[in-house]
């Protein structure tokens, strides 16, 4: 150490230690409060989110429970049974109360510790150890008790930031849980939203057959009264033929989002609700979805308060490695008997001490690096927080455009289906009366099976889009209890980190 910084270490030790005296304490690194260079401090992170004038959505705050939009009992009966029972939950539980657990054992070191010691032995002193030159001391049976106790005084700050550093960690593993809620409950919505779907498409898909065959049997009639021919049905049949091949794909992708749901739920697929089996028609939700605004996204977002909680984290943890480069003083005190064990308890026997501890390792240039490695992993966790704020905003206004080009989509697609079923039927009536040819009526016939598919498929696309959108927008993972279990993790977001780090 040269003799600046040791200077400058001896003269902070000096000056602590006054302060000690005077019952206060000196707490060495940096105290903790959002840095104003950090991204979700900026204006447009703060601002409305991009499309929020879109009547789609509406500056509404997001519900806690926003799958209870779709007012549909089957679907908030899978949500539930999804939180009780699903395992990623529970492992994420579990992280919860070991974090838990490692914040009492910080909050239990330094203070007061001590322990107790006995022993007996037969022993073969000698002489000259205790300056007792001449023969050889005969063996004696020796005994011993004693009682130590002392107290480390927390003089740096040590113990204190450390248990700074564990709550800031305990904040974001619980964050870190809210945000495995979230995820299951999107899953568990996208996955019923998925196999409603699927049966919806598979019933219009059936629909399509059975108006290709309808005209098959027409183009039979007519040949067998010679008014058609033979390619004329040969074409039905074929159109017939493609219909039906569609059917299995829809029938596979009903039973895939059925075996997600399954284990989502940790049950079997037939062991799920009749009502989430037989689901034929789309959930809908019957009102503009609310958005809030990007303050109030970047406080609900799980991710991003985990992120700022492994920042404090961090920063913590730059005055742990500090305070290592300090003394550790502590209170000490021990008493017992030494002796013969036939004058054990006796007063020649008898021994106490009281008094300071000081300890302070030498040299201390490996320490510095440790506290130089903190501020880079500070450094690293603002870095990653701004990430994490920028992917948050990113995400949301995407899902957010994304939705409305495709529910836009899907209304001019129910548009050209209200068309294609008048043009096919005004030219099924021309060809039953030999004014129009099969291959008009055919192709009137195509062009309305295909919109409705695409019809089907669009609508799915757009309630899979409305989940995606509801999971960026963060909300989900408060407690069904309500406002108690929102304020529960209330202390870690971005907004309330000076109230966090107090």
């Known amino acids: 150490m040269n003799p600046a910084s040791a200077w400058r270490l001896t003269r902070r030790a000096t000056l602590c230690a006054m302060l000690g005296a005077l019952g206060s304490a000196c707490t060495v690194g940096p105290d903790y409060s959002l840095p104003k260079t950090a991204l979700v401090n900026a204006p447009y992170a703060n601002a409305r989110i991009d499309g929020s004038n879109d009547p789609l959505v509406t500056q509404q705050p997001v519900p806690p429970n926003w799958w209870r939009l779709y007012d549909d009992p089957a679907l908030n009966e899978l949500v539930e049974d999804a939180l009780a029972e699903n395992r990623d939950l529970r492992v994420a539980v579990a992280n ?127 040949q067998l009264a010679g008014r058609g021919n033979v390619p ?124 300071p501890l000081i300890s302070w390792e030498f040299p201390i240039n490996g320490q510095r690096a440790k506290v130089q490695q903190a501020e880079a992993q500070t450094a690293g966790a603002l870095a990653r927080f701004d990430a994490v704020v920028l992917n948050a905003l990113r995400e949301t206004q995407s899902a957010l455009t994304t939705y409305s080009a495709d529910y836009a989509r899907a209304d001019a697609l129910r548009t050209a289906a209200a068309s294609a079923k008048k043009s096919a039927g005004e030219t099924h009536q021309l060809y039953t009366q030999g004014r129009e040819s099969f291959i008009s009526d055919l192709d009137a016939t195509r062009t309305l099976t295909s919109v409705n598919a695409q019809v089907a498929a669009a609508e799915s696309t757009v309630a899979v889009d409305r989940v995606n959108l509801f999971l960026a927008l963060g909300g989900g993972w408060q407690e069904e209890e309500g406002a108690a279990g929102a304020q529960s993790g209330a202390a870690g977001t971005p907004g309330n980190a000076a109230a966090a780090a107090e």
Not at 271 to 277: D, H, I, R
């Open 232 to 355: 004329d049905v040969t074409r039905g049949q074929t159109e017939v033929d493609t219909t039906n091949a569609q059917i299995p794909q829809f029938t596979a992708r009903r039973r895939v989002a059925q075996y997600r749901l399954a284990m989502l739920l940790a049950r079997a697929p037939e062991a799920l609700p009749p009502a989430a089996l037989n689901c034929t028609k789309l959930p809908q939700v019957s009102q503009p979805i609310p958005v809030g605004d990007g303050a109030a996204l970047l406080k609900r977002r799980p991710d991003v308060r985990e992120a700022e909680r492994k920042l404090a984290a961090s920063t913590a943890r730059i005055g742990v490695a500090t305070a290592a480069l300090y003394p550790t003083i502590s209170l000490g005190a021990n008493a017992g008997f030494s002796g013969l064990a036939s004058d054990i308890g006796t007063a020649p026997t008898a021994f106490w001490s009281i008094g």
């Open 96 to 222: 919860l109360a070991a974090s838990r657990a490692e914040v009492q054992f910080a909050r239990e070191q330094g203070g007061f510790s001590g322990n107790t010691s006995a022993g007996v032995s037969r022993s073969q002193l000698s002489p000259e150890q205790y300056l007792v030159p001449g023969n050889k001391l005969p063996p004696f049976t020796l005994a011993e008790l004693g009682v130590n106790v002392s107290y480390e005084i927390d003089l740096f700050g040590k113990l204190r930031r450390g248990v700074e550093a564990a709550r800031s960690d305990d904040d974001a593993v619980e964050a870190a849980r809210d945000l495995v809620r979230i995820t299951i409950v999107a899953d568990v919505v996208r996955s019923y939203v998925e196999s409603c779907a699927a049966a919806e498409e598979l019933n219009i898909a059936r629909q399509s057959l059975a108006l290709d065959r309808e005209r098959l049997d027409v183009s039979r009639r007519l």
